[in-house]
């Protein structure tokens, strides 16, 4: 709790970028965190990927169509490869401010936001912990990082253990398996495999807030907008848990939460 009280600003809002700020610059990258700075941003949060050579870049999507001009899968190509990939393309600002991003890699990221002492919230996506963990340890001290799997024992665990001053912590959605964000329910599941993603979304949500916060060890917990509650956030403050809402985008949301 002491840990994530000093990281917390304590004179202004603690207001995060969501990937960068993808609303207003290409998504998970430095010039995107340039920007997010210019409007009043004082934490980014970006995706933390591994290319076929294990260098460890910011990159939301399992694949590159989305948001560059290359095809396949990221774990696929090397990161000489994603130098030569344009990440603005997909961006509305791409023929005005931002023509020409690239893909930065963790190090690269890190350096900028350290650079402009920006509070990081770092999240690993799938087995994404493996070689950044001594790596980046300098980066740790100023970062909120969390793993955003269902299996989030093993990743948090081993975070802790390997680098005890870390901050670590969960992103927690409801109907995570079984519904997307839209609330619809995922298109590739039949009727059994349904089934199997609702009972393990009512374990993984009943694990939240009976024994993974001890277990793990997590000091915060990244909470969907669409399911905060005062009794869940009492709950957590009771465990001295600290619950930050994502993603906040409307005037009515920033004004409630």
């Keep these: 709790r002491e840990a994530v009280r000093n990281l917390l600003p304590v004179d202004r809002p603690f207001i995060i970028a969501n990937r960068c700020g993808n609303a207003d610059a290409p998504e998970n990258t430095i010039g995107a965190v340039r920007e997010a700075i210019s409007r009043g941003s004082n934490a980014v949060h970006f995706d933390v990927e591994f290319t076929v050579d294990d260098v460890a870049v910011v990159f939301h999507d399992k694949t590159l169509e989305r948001c560059t001009n290359g095809t396949g899968k990221l774990c696929d190509v090397t990161f000489k490869f994603l130098e030569m990939l344009n990440a603005s393309l997909s961006h509305k600002l791409v023929s005005m401010t931002f023509p020409n991003e690239k893909i930065p ?3 690269a990221m890190v350096t900028e936001c350290l650079r402009h002492k920006l509070i990081m919230v770092i999240e690993f996506k799938n087995s994404a912990l493996k070689g950044s ?5 300098h980066s740790f001290i100023h970062s909120f990082v969390c793993p955003f799997i269902p299996s989030f024992t093993l990743p948090t665990n081993q975070m802790r253990r390997s680098i005890p001053m870390a901050i670590c912590g969960l992103i ?3 109907n995570q398996l079984s ?6 329910i995922v298109t590739r599941a039949f009727y059994l495999d349904y089934l199997c993603y609702v009972t393990c979304d009512w374990l993984i949500e009943w694990a939240y807030v ?4 001890f277990l793990c060890g997590y000091s915060f917990v990244l909470l969907y907008r669409k399911d905060v509650s ?8 009771n465990l001295g848990i600290t ?5 906040v985008n409307t005037k009515t949301e920033k004004e409630y939460f």
């Design 172 to 174: 927690q959605r409801t």
């Design 133 to 137: 963990l001594l790596l980046f340890i």
């Design 179 to 184: 519904r997307n964000f839209d609330g619809h």
């Design 230 to 237: 005062v009794c869940l956030i009492d709950y957590y403050r």
């Design 210 to 213: 009976t024994w993974a916060w």
């Design 243 to 247: 619950s930050i809402v994502w993603t």
């Design 105 to 107: 890699s963790l190090d």
